[in-house]
């Protein structure tokens, strides 16, 4: 039997499966936000709803990223909307750190904590969160998040 996981561990994982429902093949990337060891919602990147996915039609390029899609981090903070839930205060799982445009979504929603899986693109977070007190976890060293048994292989 392997050890028992974590609850880092446990969202960020669940974070990763959100992810394999990602539509832009240029970057998989899933959210889920938590309060209290609860999940209130999640959200991966993907195109408007009913427009067609990155997968089928392609890309929509932009200064050479993919803008068709509604990053994973905004599609989570939209669910919990659409259904009323809550989210101030609490902490988001993103397998990758959130674009700058993100960062401000989550910032302004209220939540307080923000852990990611891999370190993405925007330097900017790290000065700026640290001016308003929120907490940028970095687990990317910790754990094999997308390995579904963490005792099955050597590393
Ligand atoms: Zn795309
Ligand atoms: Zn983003």
Known sequence: MSKRIGWDE??????????????????????????????????YNGSI?????????????????????IHAEA????QAAKNGVMIAGASIYTTASPCWNCY??????????IFFGEFYRDERIFEVSQKLGIELIDLSSCHDFEEVDPCARER
């Not at 990155?54 to 803008?67: I, Y």
């Not at 599609?75 to 939209?78: E, F």
């Not at 401000?104 to 904590?113: A, C, E, F």
């Open 49 to 69: 709803s009913g427009m067609p996915h990155c997968d089928e039609a392609g890309h929509m390029m932009e200064n050479g990223h993919c803008v068709a899609t």
């Open 75 to 78: 599609n989570a903070i939209i």
């Open 10 to 43: 446990y969202f960020m994982r669940i974070a990763f499966q959100v992810a394999g429902r990602s539509t832009c093949s240029r970057k998989r990337v899933g959210a889920v936000i938590v309060r209290d060891r609860n999940i209130l919602s999640t959200g």
């Open 104 to 113: 401000k979504l989550i910032v302004n929603s209220g939540m307080k904590r």
